[in-house]
């Protein structure tokens, strides 16, 4: 009886530190696409993020390249990347802390500071 009440305990021991983990693997993305010309850019305060795939429910989405201001003075563009087996966002960086871009921004101009900016 002892035996198998340790055996439980070393079980539910385990239990509660195991961790559950669901995801689906897509692989690496696709090469990216080339860039024949970069636009100009619209101001010396703006910064180029390339293109890139990004995974969206099961696939890869291209996002074209584009200026941008950073999110906060002297943040920089941390692009994202596929190491082999895992795939890790894109991300500002800097002194004040690592910002993710949000990609349902990107249609939705009342949340892309940089859109019409210099016709309001």
């Known amino acids: 009886m002892k035996i198998k ?22 692989g690496a ?3 990216p ?10 101001g010396a305060d703006y910064t180029w993020v390339a293109g890139y795939w990004y995974p969206v429910s099961g696939h890869y989405k291209w996002h074209d ?12 563009w941390v692009e994202p990347h596929h190491d082999g087996a895992k795939y890790y966002q894109g ?21 892309n500071r940089d859109y019409n900016h210099d016709h309001q």
Do not use: C, E, M
Not at 65 to 76: E, I, L
């Open 29 to 31: 993305p696709p090469p």
């Open 33 to 42: 696409r080339v860039l024949r010309v970069q636009p100009r850019s619209p």
């Open 65 to 76: 390249g584009y200026w941008t201001r950073p999110v906060y003075s002297g943040a920089h």
């Open 91 to 111: 991300y500002w960086d800097g002194g004040h802390g690592q910002v993710a871009h949000d990609h349902k921004w990107d249609n939705d101009h009342s949340h």
């Open 5 to 26: 009440l340790i055996a439980l305990t070393v079980l539910a021991a385990g239990a509660a530190f195991a961790q559950l983990s669901t995801g689906i693997r897509i």
